[in-house]
């Protein structure tokens, strides 16, 4: 029986490790040994930091970087607030009987590819789409709203993608939260205000803590939504770490950026944590 379960063992275990060998630890072995190569005049590799000081020395790439991490972080707080009612309504209010059912339709977008969901997006927002014609039609305005291209499309995008990965982790944290405690306070004469600061809130820290740092890392990597309904205007790293691959075709320079995208991204996730009190390991929980 014992080596029966070895085997099982292995056999799980071994394709999750080539997995995470050959698709993920090796090619960033190899982009991070590319990160700190140059070539010289006789086209020859040669050690050197000059791909990531270029970052640094570079004004528009390092204001880039802070006007998306600023970005990611906006995107975060309002997917807070958009999903944390959403969870509540689901784990405490919703009966039993059709939360599996309303969770089951938030899954839907997960069904499409984000490519597809931002083209729907492109229609509702465009100057002849959904909204604007709508509002034509009820006499509110008279000619179009200029909505898509713009930082405020490039929001509505990534927060519809993110939402999602925000819900659940929170869901997950509620349904553990024993009613008769929100019921107790209530019957001490607690308001709903102070229930929901003092009870509620810190109880879900976990949940919250764990979506926060998902929709924050998605946010800030996504390449998709920034390029399509921000359009030219939008200032994102991520584009810039494309232009290094796939423009000038600076895979040194590109795979550096990638880097510090990841660095500086996994310290800021850091410095909140230590803010806010919570650990990595009760994330989640």
Known sequence: MEKKNKTTFYLLIIPVLLWLVLLIILPHIDLLISSFQVQDDAGNSKFSLANYLAFFKDKIYWLTFVNTVAYAIGVTFLTFIVAFPVAFYLTKVVSKKYSGFLTLLLLIPLWVGELVTIYGWMIILGDHGVINEFLKYIGVIDKPIHLLYTDFSMIIGLLYMSVLFMIVPIMSTLDSLDNSLIEAASDLGASKWDIFTKIVIPYSMPGITSGSIIVFMLVIGDYVAPD??????????????????LSTFNWNEGAAFGFLLLIIS??????????????????GQ
């Open 228 to 245: 399509i309904l921000g359009g030219k205007s939008s200032l994102w790293f991520t584009e810039q770490i494309y232009n290094e691959f």
């Open 266 to 283: 996994s310290a800021i996730v850091w410095v909140a944590l230590k803010l806010s009190g919570q650990k990595l390991e009760r994330v």
